[in-house]
Nanobody, 124 residues
Framework: QVQLVESGGGSVQAGGSLRLSCAAS????????MGWFRQAPGKEREGVAV????????NYADSVKGRFTISQDNTKNTVYLQMNSLKPEDTAMYYC?????????????????WGQGTQVTVSS
């Protein structure tokens, strides 16, 4: 099993920044990719950013390119999501996920491990 614990969510005004953290523990060797997904009320969960934990390759949703950055600290088994220039439409519950990715897409089916989520609210 892989356990994921997110932190860093909160409320911020439009244009502000937040950094989410995801601490992984357990059998992390079972996954080769980690990512961030989000789900707004009444909407489906969507991919935001994913990365390969070995090579550091990344992929972003078009809606966040240039504003969000996913990164990792292997010494701490932690993945981060730096979110800048936040918009009200970024408001959602953000989930960290780990899985086995053949291609670095944002298919939820590739991710077998999920955190409990952290709320991000952006006010205008």
């Amino acid at each position: 099993q892989v356990q994921l614990v997110e932190s860093g969510g909160g409320s911020v005004q439009a244009g502000g920044s937040l950094r989410l953290s995801c601490a992984a523990s357990g059998h992390t060797y079972r996954s080769n990719c980690m990512g961030w997904f989000r789900q707004a009320p009444g909407k489906e969960r969507e991919g935001v950013a994913v990365m390969s934990t070995g090579g550091g390759r990344t992929n972003y949703a078009d809606s966040v390119k240039g504003r969000f950055t996913i990164s990792q600290d292997n010494t701490k088994n932690t993945v981060y999501l730096q979110m800048n220039s936040l918009k009200p439409e970024d408001t959602a519950m953000y989930y960290c996920a780990a899985g086995v990715c053949l291609r670095l897409g944002m298919d939820r089916a590739d991710f077998g491990y999920w955190g409990q989520g952290t709320q991000v609210t952006v006010s205008s």
